[in-house]
């Protein structure tokens, strides 16, 4: 089901008219609201909730059985239990048919000509967020860090609750579970907050990323052909503003949603192409899972405590990994290699020169601002191509090591993508250290009824599907 649909809309009302029906016990609300979120996710493949009851089934029982035990060898199996589990069923659907590929082009170079059968396995549809959620509690239990949820059912929400079960953010335990124990009051002012944040989300995403980048993106990054360098950087540049709308907008509308009932969630972006810096970029573009691998996987590998040179590799690691859970493709690892090898770069630099005085003024700072897009938008080529042939053809445009291409683009797709993009720029770096809430509770109300206004009024008129937020793949 898609936040974008009608369909939604329905369920949506729905679920609300019952979370607020006076007289009915907060108990009876809850299993309403994990009923719900069954059907939401069901709505796409209904079998797919049998997994689901698997990855919690499995984790209920792991964690309450280690909070018991204090022997540590018996802690550990249970661990391992949930980690083969949960990564078992993630590889099975996501990685599966990559490793059977590469398994063949391994053996043809040896000579040998294996021919595996047909892969016709379909990947559900956000099995990597509810995953990474699920382990992050089993994990937290094995480390102290928190205790069993005291019951299943609120553990069982935690896990579904629908807003946020197929792309994130990625919520800890600690800070959704308790959420779920008393019924949550709800202020006028959080209330109309959250049906805010839900039209800026679709906004983005109907209007922005769906109706004025997506086109451009699609046209570069499907032509054959080599392209214009102009060409090349619009298609780049608009996939930039797609994904970062796209995403942004999903969970930006998930955090409203959840806001409407009365519950929070965590920021997941920060105006990240504002970010000076790589470091700065991974603190402000999908905090949730960049904050989960650098708890879960870059902490427990050493992080920077042995040393520049393990630092440097553990940073190589978690950033390759990190690509790998974007999706089963060499591209994706190539992608996040990229995105680990400029934070050891950084990190490098950093030990070397340190923070010097001079990088502090404002110039200095958008330049370097300037500078990170542009590095990010080459590793965006990889996360967007289907293939390294068209990668590379594009980048060779991009860097003008080709400059044979022909425009492709017409003048309408040139000029839209250049003014978006612009505009998202001078937005991203004009809230780049300020809070959106903040912001708009300074502004005169006449004027931020008119933008909400006007944002609905282009939801409405907005022309295309309902096209599936580009997260629902990972």
Same mark, same amino acid.
């Given at each position: 089901m898609?936040? /974008?649909s009608l369909?939604?809309l329905?369920?949506? $009302?729905?679920?609300?008219?019952?979370?607020?029906?006076?007289?009915?016990?907060w108990?009876?609300k809850?299993? =309403?609201?994990l009923?719900a979120?069954?059907?939401?996710?069901?709505?796409?493949?209904?079998?797919f909730?049998?997994?689901?009851?698997?990855?919690?089934?499995l984790?209920?029982?792991?964690?309450?059985?280690?909070?018991r035990t204090?022997?540590?060898?018996?802690?550990?199996?249970?661990? *391992?239990?949930?980690?083969?589990? /949960?990564? !078992?069923?993630?590889?099975?659907?996501?990685?599966?048919?990559?490793?059977l590929? #590469?398994?063949?082009?391994?053996?043809?170079?040896i000579g040998?000509?294996?021919q595996?059968?047909?892969?016709?396995i379909?990947?559900?549809?956000?099995?990597?967020?509810?995953?990474?959620?699920?382990?992050?509690?089993?994990l937290?239990?094995?480390?102290?860090?928190?205790?069993?949820?005291?019951?299943?059912?609120?553990?069982?929400?935690?896990?579904?609750?629908?807003?946020?079960?197929?792309?994130?953010?990625?919520?800890r335990p600690?800070?959704?579970?308790?959420?779920?124990?008393? +019924?949550?009051?709800?202020?006028?002012? +959080?209330?109309?907050?959250?049906?805010? &944040?839900?039209?800026? !989300?679709?906004?983005?995403?109907?209007v922005?990323?769906?109706?004025? *980048?997506?086109?451009?993106?699609?046209?570069?990054?499907?032509?054959?052909?080599? &392209?214009?360098?102009?060409?090349?950087?619009?298609?780049?540049?608009?996939?930039?503003?797609q994904i970062?709308?796209?995403?942004?907008?999903?969970?930006?509308t998930?955090i409203?949603?959840?806001?409407?009932?009365?519950?929070?969630?965590?920021? /997941?972006?920060?105006?990240?192409?504002?970010?000076?810096?790589?470091?700065?970029?991974?603190?402000?573009?999908?905090?949730?899972?960049?904050?989960?691998?650098?708890?879960?996987?870059?902490?427990? &590998?050493?992080? #920077?405590?042995?040393?520049?040179?393990?630092?440097?590799v /553990?940073?190589?690691v978690?950033m390759? &990994?990190? !690509?790998l859970?974007?999706?089963?493709s060499?591209? =994706?690892? $190539?992608?996040?290699g990229?995105?680990?090898?400029?934070?050891?770069?950084?990190?490098?630099?950093?030990r070397r020169?340190?923070?010097?005085?001079?990088?502090k003024?404002?110039?200095?700072?958008?330049?370097? %601002?300037?500078?990170?897009?542009?590095?990010? #938008?080459?590793?965006?080529?990889?996360?967007?191509s289907?293939?390294? %042939?068209?990668?590379?053809?594009?980048?060779?445009?991009?860097?003008?090591?080709?400059t044979?291409?022909?425009p492709?683009?017409?003048?309408?797709?040139?000029?839209?993508?250049?003014?978006?993009?612009?505009?998202?720029? *001078?937005?991203?770096?004009?809230?780049?250290?300020?809070?959106?809430?903040?912001?708009?509770?300074k502004?005169?109300?006449?004027?931020?009824?008119?933008?909400?206004?006007?944002?609905?009024f282009?939801?409405?008129?907005?022309? !295309?599907?309902?096209d599936?937020?580009?997260?629902?793949?990972?």
């Amino acid at each position: 089901m898609l936040f /974008n649909s009608l369909t939604f809309l329905i369920f949506f $009302v729905v679920v609300l008219a019952f979370h607020y029906a006076p007289f009915i016990p907060w108990r009876v609300k809850k299993h =309403f609201l994990l009923y719900a979120s069954y059907v939401f996710y069901g709505a796409w493949n209904p079998p797919f909730v049998i997994l689901l009851w698997l990855s919690t089934i499995l984790d209920w029982y792991t964690a309450k059985y280690m909070y018991r035990t204090e022997v540590l060898s018996r802690r550990r199996w249970l661990l *391992l239990a949930s980690m083969v589990g /949960n990564l !078992g069923m993630l590889g099975y659907f996501k990685y599966g048919n990559f490793l059977l590929q #590469n398994f063949q082009q391994l053996m043809s170079s040896i000579g040998v000509d294996y021919q595996p059968p047909a892969w016709d396995i379909v990947l559900p549809v956000g099995i990597s967020f509810y995953t990474f959620q699920t382990m992050a509690y089993t994990l937290d239990v094995y480390l102290r860090r928190a205790k069993p949820s005291d019951t299943f059912l609120d553990f069982a929400l935690f896990v579904t609750f629908f807003p946020q079960l197929v792309a994130g953010p990625i919520v800890r335990p600690t800070d959704l579970i308790p959420q779920f124990e008393t +019924q949550p009051k709800t202020t006028a002012g +959080q209330f109309g907050w959250g049906l805010f &944040l839900m039209t800026l !989300g679709l906004f983005q995403k109907i209007v922005v990323a769906d109706g004025l *980048l997506a086109p451009v993106a699609d046209a570069v990054y499907k032509a054959r052909g080599m &392209l214009a360098p102009l060409d090349a950087w619009l298609g780049t540049l608009a996939f930039s503003g797609q994904i970062f709308c796209d995403f942004a907008g999903y969970t930006t509308t998930a955090i409203g949603l959840s806001l409407v009932m009365g519950f929070s969630l965590i920021d /997941n972006f920060r105006y990240p192409y504002a970010a000076i810096g790589f470091s700065d970029f991974w603190r402000r573009w999908h905090i949730s899972l960049s904050t989960w691998l650098r708890d879960y996987l870059y902490i427990p &590998l050493g992080g #920077n405590r042995k040393g520049p040179v393990r630092t440097y590799v /553990n940073l190589m690691v978690t950033m390759l &990994l990190g !690509g790998l859970w974007h999706g089963a493709s060499w591209t =994706f690892v $190539v992608w996040g290699g990229l995105h680990g090898l400029y934070l050891a770069v950084e990190r490098f630099l950093q030990r070397r020169f340190g923070e010097s005085v001079a990088f502090k003024g404002t110039p200095v700072k958008i330049a370097l %601002a300037l500078i990170t897009y542009f590095f990010v #938008n080459i590793t965006w080529v990889f996360f967007r191509s289907q293939d390294f %042939a068209t990668a590379a053809r594009i980048l060779k445009s991009m860097l003008l090591l080709e400059t044979s291409g022909k425009p492709i683009l017409i003048t309408w797709h040139v000029w839209s993508a250049a003014g978006t993009i612009a505009i998202m720029l *001078l937005c991203h770096w004009l809230l780049r250290d300020r809070d959106l809430a903040e912001v708009a509770e300074k502004t005169p109300s006449v004027l931020f009824g008119l933008v909400w206004g006007a944002m609905l009024f282009l939801i409405a008129i907005t022309q !295309g599907g309902s096209d599936a937020f580009i997260y629902f793949q990972f």
